[in-house]
């Protein structure tokens, strides 16, 4: 089953923000899109986003770059999907593209009715896999810390 979804296009004049610079929005869109892609595909199903975290802008992407965005599954729950993206450009004149920002995002499968549904299990072949299945097991349990910090706002 093929984790990784990559998305490649040019980044536009309407994407600009008022530094020149690639605005922060049209990303996370870009992340969201590319996020979803890889998350139905894994498991053939509507997906929701039910988390977005620890997003880092490295560096600004500028108009007319190439821009690749890479969504990869990294951990699967019962029902959910961890997926890691990163975004990256190059000038067109370039080889080589330059990691631009980083994030995790977590999508439920669900049916028709709204309700979760199972999805594939991930099972990490590689090294780097094993260890991007930490990684997500360590942020989730982050997760949990900060969720539990934050409860008295949310009343």
Known sequence: MNTKTVFQFISEPSDV???G????GSVMKWIDQAGYAC???WSSSYCVTVYV???RFYSPIK??????????VIYTGRTSMHIAI???SRNIKRKEFEKKTHCIIVFV????????V????????????KQMEKYAVKLMDLRKNIEEEMKPFFE
């Open 17 to 19: 923000n008022y530094g």
């Open 21 to 24: 610079n690639v605005h922060g």
């Open 39 to 41: 998350a139905s595909s």
């Open 53 to 55: 975290g620890g997003i």
């Open 63 to 72: 108009i007319g770059h190439i821009v690749k965005v890479e969504a990869e």
């Open 86 to 88: 990163n975004v990256f």
């Open 109 to 116: 499968a669900v049916d028709d009715e709204g309700n979760s």
């Open 118 to 129: 199972e999805v594939p299990k991930f099972a990490p072949q590689t090294e780097q896999e």
